[in-house]
């Protein structure tokens, strides 16, 4: 009798409770209905520069995943992979427009809104300017990503910013819009149709589970 193969490891995912890339994995994954396995790298600590990790993403940031002998140090490409890997459950639609779109607002929040007030920059800001000057930037771009974003979704927005299903564009606006309400005072009703698609995400379960208070690492509210 033929032995039965052995099961498949689980995917390893490299977060820290905080950080929007690793959230939008976390969601992307969860939508995928995809078990993993959390390790968490504490940013604060300087855990990141560690030269295990570092092996994994030479640019020393989180989110990395290992899937097998695949490892993917960027969120974007993890949440591309896990589309192509794990189609099941498809983040981007066949129609080419509407895909483009996906695309494009993805792109604006992972590179034209989240690197702009990273931990890094937001640190230097902190040194070079002074205590509490790295906020107006923060919000500064925020308010440009946003505006630009809700002018692209206001006429297809439906439950969720494509339509009435979750896509891509859902998986990178959800951490982004997160982050603004509970870290940097961001006045959302600038963004009607944000503020209701943030609603959304968060009763949904694939989104809820995500939540950074969720995550094994996050500091006890106890």
Request: net charge neutral; with cysteine; hydrophobic share 40%.
């Amino acid at each position: 009798m033929a032995s039965a193969e052995a099961p498949a490891a689980r995917p390893i995912l490299y977060s820290y409770w905080r950080s929007s890339c690793s959230h939008r994995v976390r969601i992307a994954l969860n939508l995928k209905g995809i078990d993993y396995e959390y390790r968490a790298v504490n940013l604060l600590k300087g855990e990141q520069s560690d030269p295990e990790f570092m092996k994994l993403n030479p640019m020393k940031f989180v989110p990395a995943l290992v899937d097998g002998d695949a490892v993917i140090g960027d969120s974007y490409a993890i949440a591309l992979y896990l589309e192509d890997k794990y189609p099941q459950r498809p983040l981007l639609p066949q129609d080419l427009k509407k895909k483009a779109l996906n695309i494009q607002i993805a792109s604006i929040v992972c590179s034209g809104i989240q690197p702009l007030h990273n931990l890094t920059l937001v640190r230097f800001i902190e040194q070079k300017v002074g205590t509490g000057e790295s906020i107006p930037w923060v919000q500064q771009q925020i308010d440009r990503g946003f505006t630009a974003v809700e002018n692209m979704i206001k006429g297809c927005a439906g439950k969720f910013a494509m339509g009435d299903e979750v896509q891509l564009a859902d998986v990178f606006l959800a951490p982004q819009i997160f982050a603004a309400v509970t870290r940097y005072q961001t006045d959302m009703s600038n963004y009607p149709t944000l503020a209701r698609l943030h609603g959304q995400y968060m009763t949904h379960p694939a989104f809820e589970a995500a939540l950074p208070d969720r995550q094994p690492d996050a500091p006890s509210s106890g």
